[in-house]
């Protein structure tokens, strides 16, 4: 069972694909950030639940609530023997990821209380290679940033299996003729942390670290079915279906 309690339907950025960026009041209500109070009764309402599957996120930027931290480490503090959640996943575009942020993420990864790899994964939404992409796709100039945070993740993180990392690109116009240096990219940067990973066409299984180019969702499906196609193609992966269940 995937689980969404979502932290903030703010965000930093304004992403062309996103309808988040589309309006000013994402669901409908004037954006807010979630109360401590809704977290605690929210995750006490998991338990009973089999196997629930815990993300943070869904149209806002989880990493924006002035309280993340505090809000991510008493989830795993309740969460004792996974009797809340048996996963944990965070969907985050890195543009507030400083090194003492990466260090608790990693820490929590490695709690005591929880089961080997409930913090498993870890999708960075970049989108882009070029800052000028960047810009483009993503409607504010935070690329080079992004590019040092998640490195910086990735060094931190070590050689710890947990939690693994996704490293996005959704293929659009604007953003397709990098596919070919953003894979290259992290592709260098993992081996040079000696990580095994798979470059993928589409959402990945969890199982290792993955660089993986999207779809994009679109009126123009045939258009943007063909940009993916041939940004797979130019790395020499298959446009791969996508997952059931995926999110």
Known sequence: ?????????????????????????AHGAPMR????ETWRRGLNGLAGLADVH?????????????????????????????RLFSKFKLHTNAVILSVDRARLLV???????????????????IDAYSPAAYRFVKGADHGERVYRNVERFLEVRGKARFPVVHLTLVVQDGNRHE????????????RALGREFRVAGDWPPFDQD???????????????DRWHAAACAAVGIAAEARLPGSF
Not at 54 to 76: I, N
Not at 180 to 189: E, G, P, T, Y
């Open 107 to 125: 820490r929590l990864a490695h709690h005591p209380g929880a089961a080997a790899g409930t913090f498993e994964a870890i999708h960075f939404s």
């Open 210 to 224: 993955a660089i993986y180019l999207r779809r994009l969702n679109t009126g123009d499906q045939a258009s943007a």
């Open 179 to 190: 596919a070919a240096a953003f894979v290259d990219h992290w592709s260098q940067r993992f």
């Open 1 to 25: 069972m995937n689980v969404n309690l979502e932290l903030t339907d703010h965000c930093n950025i304004r992403c062309r694909m996103c309808s988040q960026s589309l309006r000013d009041e």
């Open 54 to 82: 815990l993300c943070p996120h869904w149209l806002g930027e989880p990493t924006l609530h002035p309280e993340f931290d505090a809000f991510v480490e008493y989830a795993f503090a309740v969460n004792r023997d996974n």
């Open 33 to 36: 950030f979630m109360d401590f």
